[in-house]
């Protein structure tokens, strides 16, 4: 979804349900930078939709715009594919087959995640578009496809029933920017009573929530936010 934007501009999906899973938050830059997390609700068994009922949104952060162009659906499925789908179809009006396959090590960490998304351009012909919903509703798993060594054009051209053309080809590689300095900042907008509070109750441990980097906030680093802090005011 990135890949129609330009250099650091960004889209944010973020769905909220009712399911077993709570959240799901993902960010992609078009420079194929991707982050994001998921976050379990454990009050809830693991036999109904992921999502369940609940809400979905796409942000778009573009260079032209003081705020980000904003989509909100209500969740159909409660599964990600569709919902995605869903939205397309909803919010932009415009025809979309999306297919997304996970496949867990024994572990249960992720040992291969796939997709394809395929929108299709104002005046498609309308039996075209129904025979790729039926080629993406057939096909094996994508997963099976990159474990037996295909690449993201081969399984594109396997998957799709017409020649492509390939017009452009971004690597993408999970990249977190945060920093200390960058929670600092955060933490300027909670206010001074706040900050205070937690240099008394030694709460200086920052983590991560996209790549659980942790992060220790110092005396010096308490002293220079207060500082910053007191000198707004002034």
Known sequence: MASFLKGEERVIIEAHGSGFIRTVYAEALQLGEVRGFVEYNASVNGNSAPLGHGMIQ???VLYNKAEPITGIVELQAGNITTDLAHYFWQSEQIPTGVR????????????CSAGIIVQALPGA?????RQIYRFLDGIGSLCELVRAGYNAEEIARQTLPADIEIF?????DFFCRCSKERFKELLLSIGEEDLLSMRQEGQNELVCQYCGAKYY????????????????RN
């Open 58 to 60: 796409v942000r778009k």
């Open 100 to 111: 997304l396959d996970v496949t867990l090590n024994d572990d249960r960490t992720i040992e």
């Open 125 to 129: 012909d309308a039996g075209q578009l």
């Open 168 to 172: 452009s080809s971004t690597p993408v």
């Open 217 to 232: 906030l110092t005396d010096r680093d308490f002293d220079e936010m207060l500082e910053q802090l007191r000198a707004s």
